[in-house]
């Protein structure tokens, strides 16, 4: 039996090798991704930013001509506030987050960074000044410190522990044996996805990006481990531009706008209060939420007196 042990610990090995070598280079391409189809006019010019103020103005997409996607989408970020997109599975909200960072381009309307059309400017001048914190985050195998580092390299250590603070990740890092030199990912500490989730908003704090992206996990998480990152991401977002693409309604309470996009249409807009005033969907989707994170909650504590 210890005879084949062996080298099926080290088929193990090699697959979890092969395995992350392909999550570093997914990560790689999500960081450079350049859709060949969408290319830089000739004259095209750096991004401008001034104050950040994001603009979707009657933008329709189809990624299949036959299946139209957002049909006729208008709503502006202004600088320094924070909208979220929610809506049912499939409505298009991702696609939001996609079209921003000009994976795609619309097909009619137009999808402005301080005035300025994105297929006008750079695509790499755009994708440098929005930051992303993204569903499910990819660890480096290194150090806690080099993953957080990544989000600016020129970073001091103090301002990385700082950022690391600031995301609400500081003291589970310091009780760590080797503190910010921990290894982490596949080959490393395995971190719980909350505390994945921190040290990205700690690489986003330390980039410091005019605008941000939040793709808010669709994973359940506990209600204490929510709440420290809705902490962070109160921290990170703060007189930011932020559009947070809301798969759960957990971030979205304090949001300045909720556009509620429903078959690649604005079915209701509005702050939080106004929306469960209105009793449409929102409210509907709002019950339905807190039934079921009350149902979890039931599951854990029976799960935990066991
Ligand atoms: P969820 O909350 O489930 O993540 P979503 O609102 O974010 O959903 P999108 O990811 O924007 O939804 O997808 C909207 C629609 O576009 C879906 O029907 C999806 O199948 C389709 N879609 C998404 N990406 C592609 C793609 N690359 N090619 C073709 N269709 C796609």
């Known amino acids: 039996l210890i005879q084949l042990a062996i080298p099926l610990n080290f088929i193990g090995s090699v697959y979890r090798e092969i395995r992350q070598g392909l999550t570093d280079i997914e990560q790689m391409f999500d960081i450079l991704e350049v859709d060949p189809e969408i290319t830089d006019k000739p004259e095209a010019e750096d991004l401008q930013i001034r104050q950040g103020g994001i603009a979707f103005k009657d933008v329709h997409f189809a990624y299949d001509p036959s299946r139209p996607i957002l049909k006729g989408v208008s709503f502006e970020v202004p600088a320094g506030k924070t909208v979220a997109i929610v809506g049912p599975t499939g409505a298009g909200k991702s696609t939001i987050s996609r079209l921003l960072f000009r994976f795609y381009d619309v097909n009619q309307g137009a999808i402005t960074i301080d005035g300025q059309d994105l297929r006008d400017v750079r695509q790499s001048s755009v994708?440098?000044?929005?930051?992303m914190v993204p569903q499910d985050t990819v660890l480096f195998n290194d150090t806690i410190a080099y993953n957080i580092r990544y989000g600016r390299p020129s970073a001091t250590d103090e301002e990385v522990a700082a950022a690391a603070e600031l995301a609400q990740v500081g003291n589970f890092i310091r009780q760590l044996?080797?503190?910010?030199?921990?290894?982490?990912?596949?080959?490393?500490?395995?971190?719980?996805?909350?505390e994945k989730q921190r040290v990205a908003?700690?690489?986003?704090?330390?980039k410091a990006p005019p605008v941000?992206?939040?793709?808010?996990?669709?994973?359940?998480?506990?209600t204490h481990t929510e709440?420290?990152?809705?902490?962070?991401?109160?921290?990170v977002s703060k007189?930011?531009?932020?559009l947070v693409i809301a798969h759960r309604l957990s971030t979205v309470i304090g949001a300045?706008?909720?556009?509620?996009?429903?078959?690649?249409?604005?079915?209701?807009?509005?702050?939080?209060?106004?929306?469960?005033?209105q009793n449409g969907l929102y409210a509907q989707m709002w019950e339905r939420q807190r039934e079921a994170t009350m149902a979890e909650e039931q599951l854990r504590k029976v799960r935990e007196s066991d």
């Not at 044996?177 to 909350?194: A, I, M, N």
Request: avoid cysteine; charged fraction near 30%; proline fraction near 1%.
């Open 127 to 131: 994708r440098n000044v929005i930051g």
């Open 177 to 194: 044996p080797e503190g910010f030199d921990t290894q982490v990912g596949e080959r490393g500490l395995k971190l719980s996805g909350g």
């Open 201 to 206: 908003i700690a690489r986003t704090i330390l």
């Open 212 to 222: 941000l992206v939040l793709d808010e996990a669709t994973s359940a998480l506990d």
């Open 227 to 235: 709440r420290e990152i809705q902490a962070a991401l109160d921290v």
């Open 239 to 242: 007189n930011r531009t932020t």
């Open 256 to 277: 300045d706008e909720i556009i509620v996009l429903k078959n690649g249409q604005i079915a209701e807009r509005g702050r939080h209060d106004d929306l469960i005033a």
